[in-house]
């Protein structure tokens, strides 16, 4: 039985900072390609962030500088270190993992999604 566990959410001030953590159970991580996305209050899902199976990572522009992404392999667990947080960045986080061969920021290439965690930047 494959779950994606996200935590790490909170409310932090504009220029703060959080961790999210997405923890992997029913499968390895390890050569898996996986994602953040995030939702806006009245906006569509959007990719955040991704992580191929080499170690390589790609972000949307509006992070670039600003958010980290990595996996530890021994805990099977996906992180994204989020500093310099602003407005914008509210939203609620998803942690998604077995993408296709397909674009990483597609919602459609992933099989396994996470429930969410709310961040929440004022």
């Known amino acids: 039985h494959v779950q994606l566990v996200e935590s790490g959410g909170g409310s932090v001030q504009d220029g703060g900072s959080l961790r999210l953590s997405c923890a992997v159970s029913?499968?390895?991580?390890?050569?898996?390609?996986l994602g953040w996305f995030r939702q806006a209050p009245g906006k569509e899902r959007e990719g955040v962030a991704a992580?191929?199976?080499?170690?390589?990572?790609t972000y949307i522009d509006s992070v670039k500088g600003r958010f980290t992404l990595w996996k530890d392999n021994a805990k099977n667990t996906l992180h994204l270190q989020m500093n310099s947080l602003i407005p914008e960045d509210t939203g609620v986080y998803y942690c998604a993992g077995d993408r296709t061969y397909g674009a990483w920021y597609m919602e459609s290439q992933y099989t396994y999604w996470g429930r969410g965690t709310q961040v929440t930047v004022s």
């Open positions: 992580i191929s199976s080499d170690g390589s990572t």
């Open positions: 029913g499968y390895s991580v390890t050569r898996d390609c």
